[in-house]
């Protein structure tokens, strides 16, 4: 066994794999994008934009603690490109959703990140 239980994949193609599955354990109306996060190898950039009238924007960065567990970390809510405060009941309910999606995301592709 080796001492660290790291992520054995590379960014391009954990980005790739997430940018799959992610919109399969979302609301199908809501649409994603995720990018490789240039500044951390482990982590992803999500951002994640409601559907309807609403018109929030979410950016999350998810970064791999080890090969199973993401740490999840909100960056910005956004509503027709303004920044919101995230503390309005609206907003903490969809990031609460979009913290268990991303969670859901990462288990279902533990098989891919964790070797």
Not at 48 to 63: L, N, P, R, V, W
Not at 96 to 108: F, G, I, N, P, V
């Amino acid at each position: 066994m080796g001492k660290t239980d790291e992520l054995q994949i590379d960014q391009q193609s954990l980005a790739d794999a997430w940018r799959q599955t992610l919109p399969e354990v979302m609301n199908s109306a809501d649409r994603c994008t995720v990018l490789p996060d240039e500044a951390d190898a482990k982590a992803l950039r999500v951002t994640i934009e409601t559907a309807g009238h609403q018109m929030y924007s979410f950016d999350f960065k998810i970064t791999y603690v080890d090969s199973r567990e993401i740490n999840v970390e909100l960056i910005d809510v956004e509503k027709d490109d303004i920044s919101v405060d995230e503390r309005a009941d609206i907003v903490q309910q969809l990031i609460s959703d979009y913290k268990r999606h991303l969670h859901e995301c990462a288990q279902t592709l533990q098989q891919l990140t964790h070797a």
